[in-house]
């Protein structure tokens, strides 16, 4: 690639500038990967020869080891800056779908599950921070086509996963894997923007969780976002099967229709946040989850429920990631540190609260839970002026 430089001396490749590209390609292998891992789960099930609640627990482990990391991860960040945090992070990644692959009985696929979960929930706080700094410099919104990026990312990863392992094996997909993750993941490190710590975070001793109620109010309007989107994924099948007598083709289409719209408007949302401000996306996305939400709840048919997902889809694609940019962004607040708090709060959603939802289900029906689901989106609402900090001028 040839290259030149910006006035602020940030290099460009093909008339993109290095930093952008670099977070750009993080988001969508760290997708990749995630995306890579969920076809590998009825292998390894029957490698392992375990059922679905051991295979379950699992899965539990991925989830305790991204929660068990991220605010490691953040706090690392917040003192030396994400850039070497997040190569680490990028580097350590590379070789674990492996590992898991190799692992010959149920406790050492545990433990790299465990820290396989790990390093994805943690490169996935520094991401953010690099991706917020970035953002800064550029002095314009790109949060949301990162998280484009990421759904891209496990989009190719689920469906190249599908393949490889139906024709390879998992040994060799898993290797297939580590060289495309290996690949692509070295050549960008070098160009990942370097963010240093403030004085104050360079000259605390500890640093501790912070007293302004502003990240946890930001947390929870990420985890009420979050909430319904780990319904839909979940329980979307289950529920149009179900309630609606939905065929396996034609259930399968409501996680699918709501992961498209998603995708297409995270890589229009940036746009549409620069040129309406953080505040008002933020409120014209959480009505649209809203709208779209209930109408999948209340929905006559099956056709009419996908149709509903596919306008939560609209809705909820840019509500995430403006609060993560709000996050990054808070006053007093280091950026680690806040963003740390806020995806644990919210990744909780997806990891922990679709149990919650099936154990309801199973003595109420998924109609009045989807519905109870959809109005954690009023209190997103009620938060929305939240993400004002998600506004920022030029550095």
């Given amino acids: 690639m040839s290259g ?7 290099p460009l490749y093909f008339g993109m500038r290095a930093d952008r590209i670099a977070i750009s390609v993080l988001f969508l292998i760290n997708g990749f990967l995630v995306g890579s891992w969920a076809p590998k789960i009825p292998v390894l099930m029957a490698r392992l020869d375990i059922s679905e609640s051991i295979m379950g627990l699992l899965i539990l482990f991925f989830g305790l080891g991204s929660i068990t990391v ?6 690392l960040a917040a003192r030396n800056g994400s850039a070497p945090i997040l190569k680490f992070a990028a580097l350590a990644l590379i070789p674990l779908l492996l590992l898991i692959s190799l692992a010959p009985e149920l406790v050492s696929t545990s433990v790299a599950v465990f820290v396989f979960g790990g390093i994805i929930g943690g490169m996935d706080v520094v991401m953010n921070t690099n991706a917020v700094a970035v953002e800064k410099r550029m002095g314009r919104a790109i ?17 190249l996963g599908g393949i490889l392992l139906g024709t390879i094996g998992e040994l060799g997909h898993a290797l297939a894997v580590t060289a495309i993750a290996a690949l692509v993941i070295v050549p960008v490190l070098p160009l990942v923007a370097r963010d240093d710590p403030t004085a104050g ?26 909430i319904p989107e780990g319904a839909i994924l979940d329980w979307s099948a289950v529920y149009l ?79 995430v990631p403006i609060a993560f940019s709000a996050a990054g962004n808070l006053p007093g607040v280091p950026a680690g540190i806040g963003l740390s708090i806020v995806t644990v709060t919210g990744y909780s959603g997806i990891l922990f609260a679709p149990s919650i939802i099936g154990f309801i289900a199973e003595r109420t029906g998924f109609s009045p839970v989807l519905l109870g689901t959809a109005f954690l989106l009023v209190v997103a609402l009620g938060l929305s002026g939240l993400a004002r900090h998600a506004d920022f001028s030029v550095e």
Avoid at 201 to 226: D, N, Q
């Fill in 201 to 226: 975070a360079k000259a605390a001793e500890k640093l501790r969780f912070p007293k302004s109620p502003l990240p946890y109010l930001v947390g929870i309007m990420a985890l009420f976002s979050m």
């Fill in 4 to 10: 030149s430089t910006t006035s602020a001396s940030t």
């Fill in 143 to 159: 949060m949301s086509s990162c998280h484009g990026f990421w759904s891209l990312g496990g989009l190719l990863g689920a469906t």
């Fill in 241 to 319: 099967q179900t309630d609606h007598g939905a065929s396996i083709e034609l259930a399968a289409l409501g996680f699918a229709a709501f992961s498209a719209t998603m995708a297409v408007m995270r890589f229009a949302g940036d746009i549409i946040r620069q040129r309406l401000g953080a505040v008002t996306t933020m409120r014209i996305c959480g009505g649209l989850a809203l709208l779209g939400m209930v109408i999948g709840a209340r929905a006559g048919s099956a056709e009419i429920a996908i149709l509903g997902f596919a306008i939560a889809g609209i809705g909820i694609s840019n509500m």
């Fill in 70 to 75: 991220m605010p490691v991860f953040g706090t």
